[in-house]
């Protein structure tokens, strides 16, 4: 990327979350990450150039160096940081300004500072070629997997209802969302297909921020404040209709819509439970067993027709449910534990640098936090491994997969002659079509140590509001 070839017309609006905006280069598989920050602070940038080259440097740092390690390599793509011309982002902010969801405009993208994240288009795969269908891509954000086991849970519910399905009542009743999703984190990282499928079909339903679906590097598919969401649902089945629809299957249009989607969430559960081929695969991830159910889930446990499998351990899903779960005191058990540090860094502020509070985010920094002594000897070393494992955690609770699907060569098939019968065979069988697929996981920014008292004041406030309106009754 050349700086003084940069310019804004190249550069399209792809979509942001609350703390960056994304643009894609309209010709080249790339896209540039920029930060944002509160509107208020708009006419005073609250760091310098160097700093947010810092930041976004250990962005890269943890990505590489402390995430890989835990997620998988394979699914990791950490980009790098590239200046630009101050020029050039004034007038790409000003272009994508309007294209931007009214609801995210609280923040701006940052003009001041000419740093940004640049990373491999994950919509656009290049294995993809022209003259075949257009790539899906599905992009799902999880959230968190478990209930918490920890002893230091104070209340209850905790240990019943999920953290998402709690969020869910507390958003709905601060106006975030009009209406509750009934997706449940714990249904989808179950490894049982009955309560996957069930997990996406509500994620569908209700995408709010935890489900996409981009068609030739489009989105075409997310949560629209305002929208009529059925209109929204016939228009997803409308693009998904080639993909899934073969043979002579078009009986009629209700039963054929119920077709699609179905096949469409079959095909993501297959990828979700698949193991890539890496070692490990068959065995089976049983940790999460136990009190593996949310209480506010409206999935049926009768229905269970086959017993859980749990996930297969190399499976995306059971990585991103591993490095979650290095919370395990819960914030109510980690905070007296920040505030230890706290109190040390007050009275020593430079071994601020020593623990790498703020990184450098390199092999050191997660050796530490892989070879944490289990009991607490009262050290500061301890507080902060344990520090740094949560925010670990949080980053794995708040990180997407990316899920993209290419159609498979059919004229290639036709020419070993199998593809006629394979595809009776599939219509027979009701098997969804092929597609070669890739799975990749994204945003992993790491949560910044002084973030941790926030957590736990929002945790109160969800709990709480969860006992005294929702909970229960709902
Ligand atoms: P969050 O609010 O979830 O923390 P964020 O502000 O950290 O989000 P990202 O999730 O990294 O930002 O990016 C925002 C969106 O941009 C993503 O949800 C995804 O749709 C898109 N996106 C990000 N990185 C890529 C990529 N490498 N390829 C394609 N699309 C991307
Ligand atoms: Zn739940
Ligand atoms: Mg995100
Ligand atoms: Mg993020």
């Not at 999880?142 to 905790?158: E, N, Q, R, T, Y």
Request: one cysteine or more; a positive charge; proline letters at 6%.
């Amino acid at each position: 990327m050349e700086p003084d070839k940069m310019d804004e017309n190249d550069w399209k609006y792809h979509g942001e979350g609350n703390k960056s905006l994304v643009v894609s280069h309209v010709l080249l598989p790339k896209v540039l990450r920029l930060l944002k920050y509160p509107a208020e602070d708009s006419e005073n940038p609250p760091q310098t150039t160097k700093q947010a080259f810092r930041q976004i440097q250990n962005i890269v740092d943890f990505s590489s160096n402390v995430m890989s390690s835990l997620l998988g390599d394979k699914f990791i793509h950490s980009g790098e940081v590239v200046k630009l011309p101050l020029e050039f982002v004034r007038q790409l902010s000003i272009k994508v300004q309007h294209q931007r969801p009214a609801w995210r405009c609280d923040k701006v993208m940052d003009i001041y500072s000419g740093c940004a994240l640049c990373l491999p288009n994950l919509t656009s795969p290049a294995l993809h070629q022209p003259s075949h269908a257009a790539p899906l891509c599905i992009e799902i954000k999880p959230k968190c997997g478990f209930l918490p086991s920890s002893k230091h849970v104070s209340k209850d519910i905790k240990t019943k209802v999920c953290r998402f399905c709690m969020h869910q009542h507390y958003k709905v009743a601060n106006g975030k969302w009009k209406r509750r999703s009934l997706y449940c984190p714990l249904d989808l990282f179950s490894g049982n297909r009955q309560r996957m499928h069930f997990a996406i079909r509500h994620l569908i339903e209700e995408p709010q921020n935890n489900f996409k679906i981009f068609k030739d590097a489009q989105c075409i598919y997310s949560s629209k404040e305002g929208a009529d969401d059925s209109l929204d649902l016939t228009s997803l089945l409308h693009h998904l209709r080639p993909y899934f629809l073969y043979g002579n299957a078009r009986i009629n249009s209700h039963m054929t819509n119920k077709v699609v989607l179905n096949d469409f969430i079959q095909v993501l559960v297959n990828i979700l439970l698949s193991t890539g081929g890496g070692d490990g695969g068959v065995v089976m991830d049983r940790r999460g067993e136990g009190r593996s159910f949310c209480d506010a889930s409206p999935f049926n446990r009768e229905r269970i027709q086959h017993g859980s499998q749990g996930l297969p351990t190399s499976s995306v899903l059971s990585r991103i449910l591993q490095t979650q779960m290095l919370d395990s005191l819960d914030i109510e058990g980690l905070f007296p534990l920040y505030h230890r540090v706290e109190q040390h860094l007050l009275d020593f502020p430079k071994e601020r640098c020593r623990l790498q509070i703020d990184g450098p985010y390199n092999e050191a920094f997660l050796q530490k936090l892989q070879k944490c002594p289990t009991e607490d000897d009262g050290s500061v070393d301890y507080a902060v491994t344990r520090v740094h494992q949560y925010r670990v955690a949080m980053t794995a609770k708040d990180c997407s997969i990316m899920i993209t699907l290419v159609p498979s060569d059919e004229e290639e098939e036709d020419k070993d002659g199998l593809s006629t019968q394979k595809r009776i065979r599939d219509f027979l069988l009701s098997r969804p079509p092929a597609f070669s697929y890739s799975v990749s996981i994204l945003d992993l920014d790491p949560k910044p140590f002084d973030s941790i008292p926030r957590q736990l004041r929002l945790d109160q406030k969800i709990v709480s509001g969860y006992l005294r309106t929702g909970g229960g009754s709902a």
